[in-house]
Nanobody, 125 residues
Framework: QLQFVESGGTTVQPGGSLRLSCVGS????????TGWFRQAPGKEREGVSC????????QYAPFVKGRFTISRDNAKKTVYLQMNDLKPEDTAVYYC??????????????????WGQGTQVTVAS
């Protein structure tokens, strides 16, 4: 079963940047669309961004558009989330996830099948 290990979460000041990484356990991620999600204390999990299996299509939630960039390196079985201009409201546990999808497209508002354990991002002065 596909599993992920996320890393890169830490505490950063408002306006700062972080890059999250997510490494998959299977031999290849080529057959999966992947996404980043987050859950803040007391709130429901929400989709942040996703990328199609070949990296050609991306989707972003409105609240991160222009600040976050998702990318993937299938050769390294890794998905990245570059986060710039971080705000206190970005504080959350960030999860990566995957769904079998060979179309090249991705969709944030769908049921992802495989999830990582999460990495904590805290934005505070």
């Amino acid at each position: 079963q596909l599993q992920f290990v996320e890393s890169g979460g830490t505490t950063v000041q408002p306006g700062g940047s972080l890059r999250l990484s997510c490494v998959g356990s299977e031999l290849t991620l080529d057959n999966y669309a992947t996404g980043w999600f987050r859950q803040a204390p007391g709130k429901e999990r929400e989709g942040v961004s996703c990328v199609g299996n070949n990296g050609g299509h991306t989707q972003y939630a409105p609240f991160v558009k222009g600040r976050f960039t998702i990318s993937r390196d299938n050769a390294k079985k890794t998905v990245y989330l570059q986060m710039n201009d971080l705000k206190p409201e970005d504080t959350a546990v960030y999860y990566c996830a995957a769904i079998w999808n060979l179309s090249g497209l991705c969709e944030l508002h769908t049921q992802y099948a495989y999830w990582g354990q999460g990495t904590q991002v805290t934005v505070a002065s």
